[in-house]
C-alpha cells in the first residue's frame, strides 16, 4: 500500500509552479485544467493538473507519477 502521509495539500497552481521547475512547460489550457509538458530521458511526459484550490492525494500521487518525477523530487521542488 502506497503511503500518502508525506504528500502535503496543495493547490493545482502550486503543482504547476513545480512541475515548471522540473522542466515542463504549458502547452495548453482548457477550463479549469492545465496540460503540461516535457521531453526527458528519450521519452515525453505528458500531465494536466486540475486547477482546484486543494488536489486530493490520489490526484496527486496520479500526477506525480505521470510526471516521471519521484514522490521526494516532487516535495523538494514544491519547496523551493
Known sequence: MVCFLRLPV???WDVVRALEKAG??????KGS??????????RVYIVVVPLH??????TLMSIIRRSGLSREEFI???EL
Not at 485544467?33 to 528519450?42: F, I, Q, S, T
Not at 484550490?53 to 490520489?58: D, I, P, Y
Open 33 to 42: 485544467h492545465v496540460r503540461l509538458k516535457r521531453k526527458a530521458e528519450g
Open 53 to 58: 484550490r486543494e488536489l486530493k492525494r490520489g
Open 24 to 29: 515542463f512547460r504549458v502547452v495548453g489550457r
Open 10 to 12: 496543495v493547490s493545482g
Open 76 to 78: 523538494r521542488l514544491l
